[in-house]
C-alpha cells in the first residue's frame, strides 16, 4: 500500500500520530532540542524533553508550540518532519495525506500556519478539524447534545456538539501547562523556593488533586532556595496542590457555565441525561471530574483514554475524509 492516511495530534505537551490501519504508531513529547549556534536540532521528543531545563548555554530545549498553536514555526516543522520520518509516513512511494487536530477557537491565520507546517513536510493533502469534535469516542452524528471538555497541554476546549458539528464552543488558554505554573508560583511564595516546570508536572502527576480531601499524600521537592540560593527540600501535601490549582479550574468551570448558559434547552436536556465527557491530559488529574460534577450540577465522566482519544478519533475521521474534503 502505496499511499499512507495519517492523524496527527498536534498537542501543545505531546504529538500522537495515528496511521490508518495500524492505529497510533508514535506519543512523544513536543519539545526539541537545538544547537542555539548553529540552530541545528540534536534531539527531539522523549529525548529532547529529557533536557528540558538541564541543557548547557550552547543546547536550547524548546518547546515550539503554545496555547495549541505553533509558537515558533520551523522548529514546528522540523518536529513534525521528524516523527513523520519516524513512522515511515513518508516514502519514496508515497506522500501522505495529513489529518491535524486544533483547538476550537484559533484564528485562520493560525490554522494557516499549522496547514502550512504540514504541506512543507510532503503531504499530500492536508485537512484540518477541530479537537472536541474528534476527541469525545462518541457518535456526534446524531440530532442529540453531546459536550466535552478537552483539557489538554495549553488549551481547555470546551464544546457542544451535535449533528456532527460544533452548536456551541469555547477555547480557553488554561489547561495543563497552566497547573504547571501555578504550582510553581506557589511553592515559589509559600516556601521562597524555586522548581523547574518538570519537577511540578511530577508533584502535579504524584500527588496532585483538584477536589478538596480527595487525596491525602505528601510528597519531598528539591529546588534552589531563594533566600540562600542552596539547594533545598521541603514536604508538599495534596491539599496545598489544590489551593494552588483552584484559580485556573475554577476559570475552567466559569467557562464552562457560560458555554451551558448560551445552549438550546433540548440540547440541555439531553446533556443532563448523558453527562459531560472530560478528555485530555488534564483530565488525569485527580478530581477533576468531582468539582465539575459538583459544580455543575451535571454527571461528568472521564473518557476511556483521555490522553490518546483525540488520536483515536482521527482514525475514524480518516475513514470519512470524502466528508472533510467536501467542506
Given at each position: 500500500?502505496?499511499?499512507?492516511?495519517?492523524?496527527?495530534?498536534?498537542?501543545?505537551?505531546n504529538v500522537?500520530?495515528?496511521?490508518?490501519?495500524?492505529?497510533?504508531?508514535?506519543?512523544?513529547?513536543?519539545?526539541?532540542?537545538?544547537?542555539?549556534?548553529?540552530?541545528?536540532?540534536?534531539?527531539?521528543?522523549?529525548?529532547?524533553?529529557?533536557?528540558?531545563?538541564?541543557?548547557?548555554?550552547?543546547?536550547?530545549?524548546?518547546?515550539?508550540?503554545?496555547?495549541?498553536?505553533?509558537?515558533?514555526?520551523?522548529?514546528?516543522?522540523?518536529?513534525?518532519?521528524?516523527?513523520?520520518?519516524?513512522?515511515?509516513?513518508?516514502?519514496?512511494?508515497?506522500?501522505?495525506?495529513?489529518?491535524?487536530?486544533?483547538?476550537?477557537?484559533?484564528?485562520?491565520?493560525?490554522?494557516?500556519?499549522?496547514?502550512?507546517?504540514?504541506?512543507?513536510?510532503?503531504?499530500?493533502?492536508?485537512?484540518?478539524?477541530?479537537?472536541?469534535?474528534?476527541?469525545?469516542?462518541?457518535?456526534?452524528?446524531?440530532?442529540?447534545?453531546?459536550?466535552?471538555?478537552?483539557?489538554?497541554?495549553?488549551?481547555?476546549?470546551?464544546?457542544?456538539?451535535?449533528?456532527?458539528?460544533?452548536?456551541?464552543?469555547?477555547?480557553?488558554?488554561?489547561?495543563?501547562?497552566?497547573?504547571?505554573?501555578?504550582?510553581?508560583?506557589?511553592?515559589?511564595?509559600?516556601?521562597?523556593?524555586?522548581?523547574?516546570?518538570?519537577?511540578?508536572?511530577?508533584?502535579?502527576?504524584?500527588?496532585?488533586?483538584?477536589?478538596?480531601?480527595?487525596?491525602?499524600?505528601?510528597?519531598?521537592?528539591?529546588?534552589?532556595?531563594?533566600?540562600?540560593?542552596?539547594?533545598?527540600?521541603?514536604?508538599?501535601?495534596?491539599?496545598?496542590?489544590?489551593?494552588?490549582?483552584?484559580?485556573?479550574?475554577?476559570?475552567?468551570?466559569?467557562?464552562?457555565?457560560?458555554?451551558?448558559?448560551?445552549?438550546?434547552?433540548?440540547?440541555?436536556?439531553?446533556?443532563?441525561?448523558?453527562?459531560?465527557v472530560l478528555?485530555?491530559?488534564?483530565?488525569?488529574?485527580?478530581?477533576?471530574?468531582?468539582?465539575?460534577?459538583?459544580e455543575l450540577?451535571?454527571?461528568?465522566?472521564?473518557?476511556?483514554?483521555?490522553?490518546?482519544?483525540?488520536?483515536?478519533?482521527?482514525?475514524?475521521?480518516?475513514?470519512?475524509?470524502?466528508?472533510?474534503?467536501?467542506?
Amino acid at each position: 500500500m502505496f499511499n499512507k492516511d495519517i492523524g496527527i495530534d498536534l498537542g501543545t505537551a505531546n504529538v500522537l500520530i495515528y496511521i490508518k490501519g495500524q492505529g497510533i504508531v508514535l506519543n512523544e513529547p513536543s519539545v526539541v532540542a537545538i544547537d542555539a549556534e548553529t540552530k541545528k536540532p540534536l534531539a527531539v521528543g522523549t529525548e529532547a524533553h529529557e533536557m528540558l531545563g538541564r541543557t548547557p548555554g550552547k543546547v536550547k530545549a524548546i518547546k515550539p508550540m503554545k496555547d495549541g498553536v505553533i509558537a515558533d514555526y520551523d522548529t514546528t516543522e522540523v518536529m513534525l518532519n521528524y516523527f513523520i520520518k519516524k513512522v515511515n509516513g513518508k516514502s519514496f512511494f508515497s506522500r501522505p495525506r495529513i489529518l491535524i487536530c486544533c483547538p476550537s477557537n484559533i484564528t485562520q491565520v493560525e490554522k494557516n500556519a499549522i496547514k502550512e507546517a504540514a504541506e512543507r513536510t510532503g503531504a499530500k493533502k492536508v485537512f484540518l478539524d477541530e479537537e472536541p469534535k474528534v476527541g469525545a469516542g462518541m457518535d456526534i452524528s446524531k440530532p442529540s447534545g453531546n459536550m466535552v471538555i478537552d483539557i489538554g497541554g495549553g488549551t481547555t476546549d470546551i464544546a457542544i456538539l451535535s449533528l456532527g458539528g460544533i452548536v456551541n464552543s469555547a477555547s480557553i488558554r488554561i489547561a495543563g501547562n497552566a497547573f504547571d505554573n501555578d504550582i510553581v508560583k506557589y511553592i515559589k511564595d509559600k516556601y521562597k523556593l524555586l522548581v523547574g516546570e518538570r519537577t511540578a508536572e511530577d508533584i502535579k502527576i504524584t500527588i496532585g488533586t483538584v477536589f478538596p480531601g480527595s487525596r491525602n499524600e505528601k510528597m519531598e521537592v528539591r529546588g534552589r532556595d531563594l533566600v540562600t540560593g542552596l539547594p533545598h527540600t521541603i514536604t508538599l501535601t495534596s491539599d496545598e496542590i489544590e489551593e494552588a490549582l483552584r484559580e485556573s479550574v475554577y476559570t475552567i468551570i466559569h467557562a464552562v457555565k457560560g458555554i451551558l448558559e448560551q445552549t438550546p434547552p433540548e440540547l440541555s436536556a439531553d446533556i443532563i441525561d448523558k453527562g459531560i465527557v472530560l478528555t485530555g491530559g488534564g483530565a488525569l488529574v485527580d478530581g477533576f471530574s468531582q468539582v465539575l460534577s459538583q459544580e455543575l450540577k451535571v454527571p461528568v465522566f472521564t473518557a476511556e483514554s483521555p490522553l490518546t482519544c483525540v488520536a483515536e478519533g482521527t482514525g475514524i475521521l480518516l475513514d470519512n475524509l470524502y466528508m472533510l474534503e467536501r467542506q
